[in-house]
Nanobody, 114 residues
Framework: VQLQASGGGLVHAGGSMRLSCAASISISSIYLMGWYRQAPGKQRELVAVATTDGGTNYAGFLKGRFTISRDNAKNTVDLQMVSLDFEDTAVYYC?????????WGQGTLVTVSS
């Protein structure tokens, strides 16, 4: 499975941004997909994941600011982010786990500025 992330860049604090991850295969066959992030000097952490049956799991620190969605027609998983804060600055990685093996995208940098 190959994952191609897009949509990162520079955004002002309080602004919004949408990330998209395109998979090389039908995502209807990928049970778990989502996003992780890694801030400078920190470990990679879960942001949000979504399952084929509609289940979602969000990191507690998000406080409802991010929304994950899957589009089976486009084979993409998107992350809509609002009310971005400086602490959201990180490289965001797309993640897919069809079965036991996990796959990672190349990462896209999100920088939140003043």
């Amino acid at each position: 499975v190959q994952l191609q992330a897009s949509g990162g860049g520079l955004v002002h604090a309080g602004g919004s941004m949408r990330l998209s991850c395109a998979a090389s295969i039908s995502i209807s066959s990928i049970y778990l997909m989502g996003w992780y992030r890694q801030a400078p000097g920190k470990q990679r952490e879960l942001v949000a994941v979504a399952t084929t049956d509609g289940g979602t799991n969000y990191a507690g620190f998000l406080k409802g600011r991010f929304t994950i969605s899957r589009d089976n027609a486009k084979n993409t998983v998107d992350l809509q982010m609002v009310s971005l804060d400086f602490e959201d600055t990180a490289v965001y990685y797309c993640y897919a786990r069809p079965f036991a093996t996990a796959y990672w995208g190349q990462g896209t940098l999100v920088t939140v500025s003043s």
